[in-house]
C-alpha cells in the first residue's frame, strides 16, 4: 500500500513481488499492447481519462508515479565529467520557477524508438517544425510526422554505405556499420556523423547520397 512505501526501501526491492520464495519482478516499462490498450499510442483525451502519457501500467504495480518519481529524484546521481558541476551551477545561476503549466500534452506515440550508442550523446532528436522530427533509431535515420502519425526511413545505415559520386584519391568509398553519433537537418539538408569520424550528407530531394 502507498502508506507502507518507504524512500530508504530500495527501489529495486520495492519492485519486487514474493510468490512462494519465487521473487516476481514487476516491469515498469510496456513495449507490446496489453488488454488495457497501455502499450499503445495515447491521446489527449485518453490522458484526461487517466491513462498514462507514457503508457506505463501504474493501475498494476505497487508505486504510484509520484512515488517513483520522488524516489528517483532523491537516489539518482547525475553523471558529472566535472565533479560538483551540478552544485556549483546551482549556487551561480538563478534558479527557475516551478509549478507554471509550460505545455499541453498532445499525443505520445510508441511507434517512434529513438536509440543511443551512449548515454553520452546529444543532437540525436532533430525537430525542423512543430509537426515534424528525425530521430536515430538502431541503424537508420527516421522522419515522423505528428500530423499524418507516419515514421518513413530516411536513411539505413545498417550496410554500406556510400556517395553517388567517386571522389579522386579516395580508395575507399563510402562506409560500414556506421555508429551514427550525431545528426543535424535543416532547409531540407541533412548531415549525420559516426563514431569513428565519418560524415554523411544527403539533399532531400535527392535520391542518392552526396
Known sequence: MAEDWDISDSLDDVYEE????????????????????????????????GKDIQGIPWRGMRLTREQYRYGRLAQYENYEDVPLSGETADKKYKQTSKGGN?????????????????????????????HDVYVVSDDSIMHWSSLSQNITEILDFSGHVAPT??????????????????????????????????LVCKVFNHPKLI
Open 165 to 198: 559520386k567517386k571522389h579522386e584519391g579516395s580508395w575507399l568509398e563510402g562506409f560500414t556499420q556506421t555508429r551514427i553519433s550525431t545528426l543535424a537537418v535543416k532547409d531540407n539538408f541533412l548531415v549525420a556523423g559516426g563514431s569513428d569520424g565519418e
Open 102 to 130: 509550460y505545455y499541453e500534452f498532445f499525443h505520445n506515440s510508441r511507434s517512434v524508438k529513438p536509440t543511443f550508442d551512449h548515454f553520452q550523446l546529444r543532437n540525436m532528436v532533430w525537430a525542423t517544425s512543430k
Open 18 to 49: 514474493e510468490t512462494d520464495d519465487e521473487i516476481e519482478y514487476i516491469p515498469v516499462f510496456v513495449d507490446d499492447e496489453d488488454q488495457n490498450g497501455y502499450g499503445s499510442d495515447t491521446s489527449a483525451a485518453q490522458a484526461r481519462t
